[in-house]
């Protein structure tokens, strides 16, 4: 809990203030005063420690403060106190899955969410994810391609149902996938960089010399996809002189 300090005694001293003490912190939250903010939604909360949003702006500013654990702890109880909300359950999968790497438990958490908002694109995009991080692409792939029918031109979603195919060893498609993502984010190192580590595998030299070119100068090139690059001359100009 927060210490007090003298900016609040005057609230403290009113009976019943629990709305003054709420509505403070959104107003301290909102100017970036984090610590007063923490301080005035715990009072608020000694009052009606029952308030779904006083907890979920609790955990909010946990969470920018970067006190992880405490902010889960907050949604939970957020969740506790409405089950069908979705914004608690997001928010501790996000925490979850971006801040701390437990993609195994921001599963539990996205699912929920997605239950309360189906239409919901980052929840599904994060579920697959969490997926793929977890190993399991055909389930990942699922996900992804749902994040598709609710943004159908989604760079990440695209290169994502890529590594899935490649992980899967369906390297036809999962060139599909990344073309797609390049044909949204041209000059993007990530899907020409996925697109020649396929085209060396298949022993498609020239598609990837065609694409090492596509890079630009200032990308901070992988070394096994240099080396890739310059097998690949070295093979197509040993050919030609055959």
């Not at 979920?56 to 506790?80: T, W």
């Not at 609710?150 to 992980?167: F, H, L, V």
Request: hydrophobic residues 30%; contains cysteine; neutral net charge.
């Amino acid at each position: 809990m927060v210490e007090q300090s003298s900016l609040y005694r005057t609230l403290e001293c009113r009976p019943d203030t629990y709305y003054g003490w709420y509505h403070q912190g959104n107003k301290l939250r909102s100017q970036n005063n984090l610590m007063d903010a923490l301080f005035s939604y715990e009072k608020a909360l000694e009052y009606y420690p029952d308030d779904y949003f006083c907890w979920y702006y609790h955990g909010k500013v946990l969470e920018e403060l970067g006190k992880y654990g405490q902010a889960i702890d907050s949604f939970r109880q957020a969740c506790k106190i409405q089950p069908e909300n979705y914004w608690a359950w997001y928010s501790a999968g996000y925490i979850l899955q971006e801040k701390i790497g437990n993609n195994q438990e921001s599963i539990d958490f996205l699912r929920i969410a997605l239950e309360n908002n189906p239409s919901d694109y980052w929840c599904t995009y994060r579920l697959g994810k969490a997926y793929f991080y977890q190993k399991k692409y055909i389930k990942a792939l699922d996900f992804f391609h749902q994040a598709l029918k609710i943004k159908p031109d989604d760079y990440w979603s695209y290169y994502r149902c890529g590594q899935c195919r490649q992980k899967l060893k369906q390297l036809d498609l999962a060139k599909k996938n990344y073309l797609k993502a390049l044909q949204i984010k041209p000059h993007d190192y990530w899907s020409i960089a996925s697109l020649i580590s396929i085209f060396s595998s298949q022993n498609l030299f020239r598609d990837v010399i065609s694409y090492g070119q596509q890079l630009d100068k200032t990308d901070n090139i992988d070394y096994d996809i240099e080396a890739k690059i310059l097998s690949a001359h070295l093979i197509v100009g040993q050919n030609s002189e055959n």
